[in-house]
């Protein structure tokens, strides 16, 4: 098992920025990927960007150039998030990736609130 714990979010003016976190604990030596979805109200869960233990990343067209993901040992990632726009306004949640026994194991976070509004 994996429990993520993010922090970070909040309410920021346009073209602001927001450092979001997200510890992991538990099965974290078996992760072999980390990344950020959101989700806005009515609309589906997007991935944001990702991470995956060899430091390979991912991100999403829509923040290409704004946002950065980075991992700190095993079992800390951050998302900075630059140039913040009104529709980056969602539920920020953290999402991580174990392999274990040939099998793979999707681990979510409680999720975080980003409002981006003057």
């Known amino acids: 098992q994996v429990q993520l714990v993010e922090s970070g979010g909040g309410l920021v003016q346009p073209g602001g920025s927001l450092r979001l976190s997200c510890v992991a604990s538990g099965s974290i030596s078996s992760i072999s990927r980390m990344g950020w979805y959101r989700q806005a109200p009515g609309k589906q869960r997007d991935m944001v960007a990702a991470i995956t233990t060899d430091a390979g990343t991912n991100y999403a067209d829509f923040v290409k150039g704004r946002f950065t993901i980075s991992r700190h040992n095993a079992n800390e990632m951050y998302l900075q998030m630059n140039s913040l726009k009104p529709g980056d306004t969602a539920v920020y949640y953290c999402?991580?990736?174990?392999?274990?026994?040939?099998?793979?194991?999707?681990?979510w976070g409680q999720g975080t609130q980003v409002t981006v509004s003057s």
């Open positions: 999402h991580v990736g174990r392999v274990s026994g040939g099998s793979y194991f999707s681990y």
